[in-house]
Every structure is written in structure tokens, then in C-alpha cells.
């Protein structure tokens, strides 16, 4: 355990960002789960709305640092090409 009082503080900094980040990233694994509900269900107007949803949670877990912008990008691109594959 951290001894001096800098490293005692980042150490709870470092447990309760833990703590935000993890129900972040949840978010967005839920969020996803839901886009791939709709897309399995075939209902294209019920799969573009749950990803009209899904998005800015995914955004803004990457806007935070909960998730690497890169990584959020690649998700949003799959669930939207798997969306737009329903329509057409």
C-alpha cells in the first residue's frame, strides 16, 4: 500500500475512476447487445433506432478514456454496416 499522502490520494483517484470506467465500458456493452438484438430480429426500423441510441453512449464512453477512440470507431462502423445491411 502507498505510504506517502500523494500516492494514498492517486490511489483513491485511481479506484473511483476505476469504478466510472468499468460502468462505461458496461454501457456500451449493453448498448451493443441491444443494436444486435434488434439486427437479429429483423426489424430494420427498430435496428436503426437502437443504434441512433447506441452511438453517442459509445462516443462518449471513448470521449472519456473508457475505451480507445479507435476501438469505438470500429464499433460504430460494424453495428452501422450491419444495420444498413438489414435495409437493403
Known sequence: MAT???????ARQNEVRNLRNKSRRTRVKKVIKHVRAAIN???PE???NALAAA??????AAQKGAIHRNTASRKI???TRQVNGLTT
Open 4 to 10: 506517502h499522502k500523494s500516492a494514498v490520494k492517486r
Open 55 to 60: 452511438i453517442p453512449v459509445i462516443d462518449r
Open 41 to 43: 430480429e429483423t426489424s
Open 77 to 79: 462502423s460494424h453495428l
Open 46 to 48: 427498430a435496428a436503426q
